[in-house]
């Protein structure tokens, strides 16, 4: 079945205790990227990856690192976590730019 | 930056009623995609519109793209409790970062 898993699914931490949110696609997609969810503001990118070893920065990158050593595995590094980076993150892939982009199933992040 | 804005942010109707959601932005868009989020779920696409102009229907659901690329629409016809959701606009930035709309949250009473 085609999908994009992420993992943990749900996260409490502590701030500063660095952590990583997973996520794997199985659809051989070029493009894959992460946003964070906040109650009236939407999806923002937090980065974006067009290929292998190429990644560029979203609108809101501020305290987040990523990835891309294999086209399948796009990680989200929080190295260290503070109160505000408390969100609902969601993991994406695509065939390319600008086409339909495939969701996994979120992660909520709570920050203490 | 690009911004995409969408109105209104939220919408009450009565199951059968139409609704309509609009999506506009400060410059012209490469292209737009519409996303519905159910309570709890995740994002999943509709639809891309690439032409200015452009109309696309599927079954109740009606998609618009302005003549000047600017704006976006999506109108339900005969509102459903399965429509009840939040309904996202974004736009590809000519293909480099996706930048999204805020969202119009549905509410569907029966």
């Known amino acids: 079945e085609a999908q994009v898993t992420q993992n943990p699914r749900y996260l409490i931490t502590v701030t500063g205790k660095k952590l990583t949110v997973t996520c794997s696609q199985n659809?051989?997609?070029?493009?894959m990227s992460w946003y964070r969810q906040d109650p009236g503001l939407g999806l923002r990118q937090i980065y974006y990856?067009?290929?292998?070893?190429?990644?560029d920065k979203g609108d809101v990158p501020e305290g987040y690192k990523v990835s891309r050593k294999e086209k399948r595995n796009f990680p989200l590094i929080l190295e260290s976590p503070s109160p505000n980076q408390t969100s609902l993150y969601f993991c994406?892939?695509?065939?390319?730019?600008?086409?339909?982009?495939?969701f996994g199933q979120g992660t909520r992040l709570t920050v203490v | 930056g690009q911004q995409v804005m969408q109105i209104p942010q939220y919408q009450h109707v009565q199951e059968g009623e139409d609704f309509t959601t609009y999506c506009n932005s400060s410059?012209?868009?490469?292209?737009i995609q519409w996303y519905k989020q159910r309570p709890g779920g995740h994002p999943v696409f509709l639809i891309q519109l690439v032409k200015s102009g452009e109309v696309k229907k599927q079954k109740r659901l009606t998609f618009q793209f302005g003549e000047a690329k600017k704006n976006s629409s999506l109108h339900i016809t005969a509102t459903q409790t399965t429509d009840v959701g939040t309904y996202f606009c974004?736009?590809?930035?000519?293909?480099?970062?996706?930048?999204f709309g805020p969202g119009t949250r549905l509410s569907v009473l029966p």
């Open positions: 659809m051989n997609h070029e493009y």
């Open positions: 990856s067009m290929n292998v070893e190429v990644t």
């Open positions: 410059t012209t868009l490469s292209n």
């Open positions: 974004a736009d590809n930035n000519y293909g480099q970062n996706f930048v």
């Open positions: 994406a892939s695509s065939l390319a730019t600008g086409v339909r982009a495939f």
